[in-house]
Structure formats: structure tokens, C-alpha cells
């Protein structure tokens, strides 16, 4: 797939996963935190593209197996979210970074979005400790945290870097670790399941009939239905982000946004959560990773 076309996909998807309303719990068009507002979603979705390009080139040009190392990711999500931290003060992206750029590179090897998980697998897999150490060093610039806290290998500590280096331990390595409690993690460990069979499907279902907005929205709704939210949880607790969860579920029983009930609902819901401050933040990764994989389906033929 070109270059500039993948690019372009990365930065539409993660402009309508903001856009998505109302996406309970999260920022949206006609919703602000006190600390992050819409615009800066917005300019992050943009600043990307130069990254995301810069994978799916990598991804062209490195498309052996002995070569997939080459291809930096670990350099390449630092580089995302140092581009970022040079135009917003907050972490806005770095779970669709970390998402979106393997993706962009498998991508940039693939002629179609059958071939995306496969490559995108063994991308992850054949990364080196020093993609890990700058996996570190972005989760740290954007002061995410995100992976746990840890005796060994803790992604706060100064020496765990060297750690990684000295114990040949890789990206992949680092993130199986994590994958037990943290979704993204889980996601870029097993072959994007999160993406490819539940968030692409739905968003590309309700697109046709529905539109955008309603895609992204039910597309959101559908995988937090199903997973619990780690952000929440690693915040209060895992009985909550189930029940986050069991809610969402009702919600989409329900019809979700495609129904008069469902919609009053998720009204509600968007309103709960708000007051409570529970922000299901990953699940809005993944939906973002879904609309791009499904923008990579339907356009790609045209480029």
C-alpha cells in the first residue's frame, strides 16, 4: 500500500475517533476534560502523519523476516509521541501510536488487509531490546506509566533500560509481560484480535447503513462491551471497569446508538462516567486502530 495513503488513514482514524459522539467517558466534539480538550486530540491525529509514513516506508523497504528489526518500531513510536509533546502538554495518543504505527508498517508490506495481521505479528516479534528501551522512553515522555509497576523490568525504573539491552529482552518480550492486565499490550502480543475480529467488522457494518459517526460510536461501545477498560481499571480497580463494561453491554443489547432506547442510554452513560471520572481511554485506542484498518479496506483500491 503507498506511503502517503497509510499515512492518511492513521491521521483520519485517529481525527474520527475523537470526533465519535458521544463516546461516554471521553473527550468528544462536544466534550472537554479540564486538563485536555477536543482541539488537542485533533492536533495530535494530524502531527502524526510524518511517523506513520515514515513506518509504512520502513515497512516497503524492510519486508524480509531477517530484516523486520530494521524497521525501528520502538524508535518510531518515541519519534510519534516526541512530535506530539512538542504541540500538546498531555498524553493524548500514545496508545494509538503504539497501535498505529506497526500497523502503518505492516501496511506499507501488505497489498491488502488480509496480509495486516500476519505482518503486523511478525513485526512485533522480531523486534530488538533497543525497540524496547525506546518503548520506555515513550511511555515516560508522555508520563503514562501504563505497564505496571514491577520488581523487575519496571518501566519507571532508570536501570530497566539497560536491563532490556543487557538481557536481550524485546519489545515483544516486554509486552507479553504486560499483556495479562494491560489490553494494549494484549492486542500487539497476540495478532490484534481486539482490532481485526470485533472493531473493524462492527465499524465497517454500521458505516454502510449508519455513517460515520454511528460507526465509531457503536464500534467504541461494542469493544467495551466485551473488555474491560484498562485505563479504568489500573485507576479503580477491576470490579469497576467490569462493570463499566456490563453497562456498555446492556447499552448495545439495547441497540447501542443505532436505536432511540439505546442512544438515551448512552446519553446516561456518558453522563456517569463524566461524574465519576471513569475514562474508558484504551477502549478509544482500539477504536481508533478499527477505523483505521477498515479506512486501509475501503480506500485502498482508489490509491
Known amino acids: 500500500m503507498d506511503p502517503d495513503f497509510i499515512a492518511k488513514t492513521a491521521q483520519i482514524a485517529s481525527v474520527l475517533e475523537v470526533s465519535g459522539h458521544p463516546k461516554p467517558g471521553n473527550v468528544h466534539r462536544t466534550r472537554d476534560f479540564p486538563d485536555m480538550v477536543f482541539e488537542d486530540f485533533l492536533i495530535s491525529g494530524v502531527v502524526i502523519g510524518d511517523t506513520?509514513?515514515?513506518a509504512a516506508k520502513r515497512g516497503f523497504k524492510y519486508n524480509k523476516k531477517d530484516s523486520l528489526d530494521k524497521i525501528e518500531i520502538g524508535k518510531l513510536i518515541k519519534e510519534g509521541v516526541l512530535e506530539t509533546d512538542k504541540w500538546i502538554a498531555n498524553?493524548?495518543?500514545l496508545g494509538i501510536i503504539m497501535l498505529l504505527t506497526p500497523l502503518s508498517a505492516a501496511a506499507g508490506m501488505s497489498s491488502n488487509v488480509d496480509e495486516l495481521q500476519n505482518n503486523v505479528d511478525n513485526i512485533i516479534r522480531n523486534t530488538t531490546p533497543y525497540d524496547a528501551a525506546n518503548l520506555y522512553d515513550a511511555i515516560n515522555i508522555a508520563d503514562a506509566g501504563g505497564m505496571g509497576e514491577r520488581e523487575d523490568l519496571d518501566v519507571g525504573s532508570n536501570d530497566a533500560k539497560n536491563e532490556l539491552i543487557d538481557k536481550n529482552i524485546n519489545m515483544y518480550d516486554?509486552?507479553?509481560?504486560?499483556?495479562?492486565?494491560?489490553?494494549?499490550?494484549?492486542?500487539?502480543?497476540?495478532t490484534m484480535p481486539i482490532t481485526f475480529e470485533i472493531g473493524y467488522p462492527t465499524y465497517k457494518g454500521v458505516k454502510d447503513t449508519n455513517g460515520i459517526n454511528n460507526a465509531t460510536v457503536q464500534t467504541f461501545l461494542t469493544i467495551l462491551?466485551?473488555?474491560a477498560d484498562t485505563l479504568i481499571s489500573r485507576k479503580y480497580g477491576s470490579e469497576i471497569a467490569q462493570k463499566v463494561s456490563e453497562d456498555a453491554n446492556m447499552i448495545i443489547s439495547e441497540g447501542g446508538i443505532l436505536s432511540d432506547e439505546g442512544r438515551d442510554m448512552l446519553n446516561k452513560f456518558d453522563q456517569d462516567l463524566i461524574e465519576k471520572s471513569l475514562n474508558p481511554g484504551t477502549t478509544a485506542d482500539l477504536t481508533a486502530s478499527s477505523v483505521m484498518v477498515a479506512l486501509l479496506d475501503e480506500y485502498n483500491d482508489n490509491f
Open 52 to 54: 506513520m509514513k515514515k
Open 91 to 93: 498524553n493524548t495518543n
Open 225 to 227: 462491551s466485551i473488555y
Open 174 to 190: 516486554v509486552l507479553d509481560l504486560s499483556s495479562q492486565w494491560d489490553m494494549l499490550a494484549f492486542e500487539l502480543t497476540r
